[in-house]
């Protein structure tokens, strides 16, 4: 089994900064790399950032210049942090781990339960 934890998130002012952090534990051979996903009402589910192992990163467009997404590989952990928040920003965030369980196993996405970012003054 694969849990994702993720924590951070809740009420920011505008303008204002938060850190989600995530950690992935249990039957893990391979991390292929993690990120997070956010979803507001009423839209799709879309990509914030991810990165992979060698560091190799994808931002969305609307937050690339004040968000930075990290990966520790020892600790199976991504954290997030996005910074001059706008209420565009608030959306239920997801964290996302492409995982092998073991040599066998191809690469499966795992997901977390999600936390909620509201950003309001």
């Known amino acids: 089994q694969v849990q994702l934890v993720e924590s951070g998130g809740g009420l920011v002012q505008p303008g204002g900064s938060l850190r989600l952090s995530c950690a992935a534990s249990g039957d893990i051979f391979r991390n292929n790399g993690m990120g997070w996903y956010r979803q507001a009402p009423g839209k799709q589910r879309e990509l914030v950032a991810n990165?992979?192992?060698?560091?190799?990163?994808n931002y969305l467009d609307s937050v690339k210049n004040r968000t930075t997404v990290s990966l520790d590989t020892t600790r199976n952990t991504v954290s997030l942090l996005m910074n001059d928040l706008k209420s565009e920003d608030t959306a239920v965030y997801y964290c996302n781990a492409r995982l092998r369980r073991n040599l066998l196993d191809p690469t499966t996405d795992y997901w977390g339960q999600g936390t909620q970012v509201t950003v309001s003054s």
């Open positions: 990165i992979t192992p060698t560091g190799v990163t």
